[in-house]
Each structure stands twice: as C-alpha cells, then as structure tokens.
C-alpha cells in the first residue's frame, strides 16, 4: 500500500475564533465576551436595558447615563455591497454618499435609486434577555422604527414619568416587548408593536462599572476611505461641498440580522405574562 501523503492541517480552534469573527459587524465593534442580542421569531421577550456612560451621544451631554445610542448607517455600499455608517448624520462629519445623494437630487434621478442610498436609523441598546439569562448582557442593534419609535411615543405620553428611569440600574423596570414578523420587498423582519414595563430587581454596582460605551462601539470610516469604498476609485475629488442635509424616509424593511458572564438579576421574582401592567 503506498504510504498516504502528508498534507498540512487545519486548526479546528482556529477556524472557530476565525468563523465567530467573520459573523460581527464591520461598522460596529463587538466588545470582547459579548454577544449580539437578535429578535429571530414572532412573540414576547423579555428585556432588562441597562445604560451606558456618554461620550459623544448627539442626544445627550457627556458624563450622563443614557440607555441607547442612535447612529445612522449606509447600506449595500461597495463591491461587496457592505454597511457603513454614514459620518455626516452620526457624528457630524461630511459623507461622500450623502453628497452623491444630493447631486442625484439636483439631476432627479430614479427615487427608487436614491432611497437605497440614503441612511438609515438604527440604535445600539445594552439589554439582558431574561429567558436567556446565562448569556449576560448582550449587544443589541436594531432599526428605529422597527423599535425605538414605539418606545419614544410610550415613554413621550407617560405623564406621571412612570417609566422614566426604566433602564435604572436599582430602579429600573423589565420590559415585555412584543414582537411581529412582517415582509416588504420581498424581505422579512421583525417589529415591536407592543412594550409593557415591570419593576425588576436591581443589578449591582460591578455590572454598571462593567458596561461599555455604545459611543465607543461605532466604527466610522474617514471621508477619503469611504469614497474610496463607494465609488471605488483612488480617491475624493479636490473640492468636496459642505455639510449633508439629508431626509432620513421610513426604514420599515430594515431586516439586519443584526458576554459579560456574571450573574444578572436576582431568581427571587419570576415574571409571568399575564403580570405586567
């Protein structure tokens, strides 16, 4: 029998760090033992949001604890036709997207072909799945109107302030969120159309000294980059126009399928649904 050739080998850890990776997020840098949080079905889930120390929250003054960070993001952009996030409406900066934007608009170009290049709202949100607890806190990114704009509007008409602090790290509250899959363009997705809120055991003080900064997390690439990646060309012309003014439209078919270990919560008071007010 002829002697079986020797071949080099593949590192079966290796691979599995490599195939973890390649899962995350480009535009968004995934703190180290976190994981993504994802809505995948149709139902209730259970959510605990914790907060975060402001750095550069557009939103709210530095040093504040606040419980989510808005940014805005590009979709199918490149050759590889990847997400990145739009400089001019996250942090301020110019964006060689939203000025191509601005000259198909002054050339009334297709509408279909505009809206796609347009940013989207999306939100970063620390939370605690609270039927999957063994996680830790999660990382969870998600559209605006498929979300957070539900939440806005409940929280705008609380008039006694109720739910005010609900991400409060000793007097927060459990939210139940209810969840529908609904299709559009031929995609589907899941959104919230109901949140009822609970008072929840408090976490400690380690976990809150734990969380890392949603403004940290973001990764905005710089102009010459970007226009580099999008028209795929050397680089930006020599006189670019100033600041975007862009009109962000409805996001309803944003479909992105898109772990601090430590004990989260306390086991004494079980949540049931029929006990949220």
Not at 165 to 178: L, M, N, P, T
Not at 196 to 210: G, L, T
Request: hydrophobic share 30%.
């Amino acid at each position: 029998m002829a002697k079986r050739q020797k071949r080099k080998r593949t590192s079966a850890k290796e691979i599995a760090k490599t195939r973890k990776s390649s899962g995350e997020s480009n535009y968004i840098k995934l703190p180290e033992g976190m994981e993504f949080f994802r809505v995948d079905k149709s139902g209730p889930k259970k959510l605990d949001f914790l907060p975060y120390v402001t750095k550069s929250n557009p939103y709210v003054d530095d040093g504040y604890e606040h419980y989510e960070r808005t940014y805005w993001a590009h979709r199918g952009v490149g050759a590889d036709q990847r997400t990145y996030l739009c400089p001019s409406k996250t942090a301020g900066k110019k964006c060689p997207i939203c000025e191509h934007v601005r000259e198909l608009n002054k050339e009334k170009a297709d509408e279909d072909t505009i809206r796609a290049l347009l940013p989207k709202q999306r939100q970063l949100w620390l939370v605690v799945d609270l039927d999957e607890k063994e996680k830790g806190v999660q990382l969870w990114d998600f559209s605006y109107h498929l979300f957070g704009k539900l939440l806005d509007e409940q929280l705008k008409y609380d008039e006694d302030g109720e739910h005010e602090f609900f991400y409060g790290i000793e007097d927060g509250q459990s939210a139940r969120v209810i969840f529908d899959e609904e299709t559009m363009g031929g995609f589907s997705f899941f959104k919230a159309v109901s949140i009822q809120f609970k008072k929840r055991p408090p976490y400690s003080e380690d976990i809150a000294d734990s969380l890392p900064c949603l403004d940290d997390l973001l990764v905005i690439e710089d102009y010459e980059s970007l226009y580099a990646i999008f028209f795929q060309e050397e680089g930006p012309p020599e006189k670019t126009s100033g600041k975007d003014e862009v009109e962000v439209p409805w996001d309803g078919d944003d479909d992105d399928d898109e772990e601090v270990t430590a004990s989260v919560g306390d086991d004494d008071e079980e949540f049931q649904d029929d006990d949220w007010d």
